[in-house]
């Protein structure tokens, strides 16, 4: 059974810094890039950070540049995404995303709220 499992979201205060883990099991880690889209209520979700299987990291947005660095440990099955100096504007719910380098086959986790509030 595939599973992508978001935590270390929660409450934290501007200027924290935060790591949200995507740990993974059920299918080949390895051979997915791993992706971090971010949701506002009431809109679709938006692209945070990508790394390939493996593990570049292609151009990010530009709000994410400087302050989001998306990561992978291949042996851990686990991707990760920090934030630093977190702002108001941060919070949303941060999903995980699976696709495979080559036949596209797609797995989403189920998100977890960060909420950047003093």
């Known amino acids: 059974q595939v599973q992508l499992v978001e935590s270390g979201g929660g409450l934290v205060q501007p200027g924290e810094s935060l790591r949200l883990s995507c740990t993974t099991s059920g299918f080949t880690f390895s051979t997915y890039g791993m992706s971090w889209y971010r949701q506002f209520p009431g809109q679709e979700r938006e692209l945070v950070a990508f790394?390939?299987?493996?593990?570049?990291?292609?151009p990010i947005p530009d709000f994410a540049q400087g302050r989001f660095t998306i990561s992978r440990d291949n042996d851990k099955k686990t991707a990760y995404l920090d934030v630093n100096s977190v702002k108001p504007e941060d919070t949303a719910k941060y999903f995980c995303?699976?696709?495979?380098?080559?036949?596209?086959?797609?797995?989403w986790g189920q998100g977890t709220q960060v909420t950047v509030s003093s």
């Open positions: 995303k699976a696709v495979h380098r080559y036949d596209g086959t797609t797995y």
């Open positions: 790394i390939t299987s493996n593990s570049d990291r292609i």
